[in-house]
Every structure is written in structure tokens, then in C-alpha cells.
């Protein structure tokens, strides 16, 4: 069994690390976020490794050699050196892949696992005055009322939402949202929100108030 990268076909190959590969499926080189890609075989971060030792040795390598890209250690070049001294390293492609290092790419995401759920068509929520318009997750002990949840809204335990209209939306669990309508948004854990019409991306622990 050899080392195994997984990886899949994108348009922008300059936002990840990119991989060579021979006619027999083998990587001959990687390299990260390069300025000019010769594939757009991009890694997707899962990895197998068939020697966790020569991993870690070539990682302390670059580390102590200070071998850095744009100011980071990245572990594409840990395992590139890995290749270098002999390491046979394949790739086996993904079909379905979403970075999720975006907002929308976030939102998209969300909305297909909740499609997939088949089980959240058929649960029944008792929230007061309140409809929810189905695919949606919603952890336990959350309060809502007053308001209008979904489609495509997954909100975390122990949440609070009153007089909110929320659709295509991620809520953090211990949120609080009062008289809010939100679409394309995302809100952290533990944050308040009152009064906005608006699409948002907040961290944890905001606190906004636009009453």
C-alpha cells in the first residue's frame, strides 16, 4: 500500500496545492498555490500516509532549514521532500469537493448536506408562532419563536432567535438574533444580533445592535 493524496480537477489551481502526476498515477512533484500551475490537480487535505515517521523527518526538515512559502510552513512541501528521497506517493480523486474556505462555498455546502438528510424532511419542530420551511437543522434546547426559519438554515444548541426571518443561513450555537432578517449569512457561536436586514458573515462573540 502506498502513500495516497486525494485531489480533484478545479478551474483556479492557484488557490491550492497543485500536483504532478505520471502516466502510472504517481506524484512527481507538488507544489503550493503556485503562480503558474502545470496541472490543476488540486489536494483536497486528505491524506494517507503509509510512514507517519518519514512524514514527521521531512516536516522537520523544512522546519529547521526554514524552508517557508509566503511566510507559512506548509505540509505540501514536507511531503514533496518525502517524494524526493524515494517515497512513492498516488492520488485517488474525489467526485464531490467544496472548499470551504469561502462564505458562499460555506452556504453551498451547508445547503447540499441538508438536502442529504432526509431525516430533517419528517422531524417536527413545536416552535411558537413560528414556521419553518424545510431543509433545516436545528440543535437541541434552541428558542425560537415569531419568526420564519429556512430553507437551508442550520442552527446551533442553546440558540435564541425572536421576530427573525433567516433563510440560506449558518447560525452558531448560543447565538442570539431579535428582529432579523438574514439571507446568505453566517453568524458565530455566542454572538447577538438586533435589528438588520442584511447578509452577514460575524464571528463568534459579536455583539451587533442596529435597533
Known amino acids: 500500500m502506498h502513500s495516497a493524496l486525494r485531489f480533484t480537477k478545479v478551474d483556479s489551481p492557484i488557490e491550492f496545492g497543485v500536483a504532478d502526476v505520471d502516466s502510472e498515477g504517481f506524484i512527481t512533484r507538488l507544489e503550493e498555490k503556485p503562480t503558474i500551475p502545470k496541472s490543476n490537480l488540486a489536494l483536497v487535505g486528505i491524506y494517507r500516509f503509509r510512514e507517519a515517521g518519514k512524514l514527521m523527518e521531512a516536516l522537520d526538515h523544512i522546519i529547521r532549514n526554514n524552508i517557508r512559502h509566503q511566510?507559512?510552513?506548509?505540509?505540501?512541501?514536507?511531503?514533496?521532500?518525502?517524494?524526493?528521497?524515494?517515497?512513492?506517493?498516488?492520488?485517488?480523486?474525489?467526485?464531490?469537493?467544496?472548499?470551504?474556505?469561502?462564505?458562499?462555498?460555506?452556504?453551498?455546502?451547508?445547503?447540499?448536506?441538508?438536502?442529504?438528510?432526509?431525516?430533517?424532511?419528517?422531524?417536527?419542530?413545536?416552535?411558537?408562532?413560528?414556521?419553518?420551511?424545510?431543509?433545516?437543522?436545528?440543535?437541541?434546547?434552541?428558542?425560537?419563536?415569531?419568526?420564519?426559519?429556512?430553507?437551508n438554515v442550520s442552527i446551533g444548541e442553546h440558540t435564541i432567535i425572536k421576530h427573525s426571518v433567516i433563510k440560506d443561513s449558518i447560525i452558531g450555537a448560543y447565538a442570539h438574533l431579535e428582529t432579523a432578517i438574514l439571507h446568505q449569512s453566517i453568524v458565530g457561536s455566542d454572538a447577538f444580533l438586533k435589528g438588520l436586514s442584511q447578509s452577514l458573515n460575524i464571528g463568534d462573540s459579536t455583539e451587533i445592535d442596529f435597533s
Open 71 to 151: 511566510g507559512e510552513f506548509h505540509l505540501t512541501y514536507g511531503i514533496q521532500r518525502m517524494i524526493t528521497q524515494g517515497e512513492k506517493v498516488t492520488t485517488f480523486q474525489v467526485g464531490s469537493w467544496f472548499d470551504c474556505g469561502s462564505k458562499a462555498n460555506l452556504l453551498e455546502t451547508n445547503e447540499v448536506l441538508l438536502k442529504k438528510q432526509t431525516d430533517t424532511i419528517h422531524r417536527k419542530f413545536n416552535f411558537h408562532n413560528t414556521i419553518i420551511i424545510h431543509p433545516v437543522s436545528i440543535a437541541e434546547h434552541c428558542d425560537i419563536s415569531d419568526s420564519i426559519i429556512g430553507p
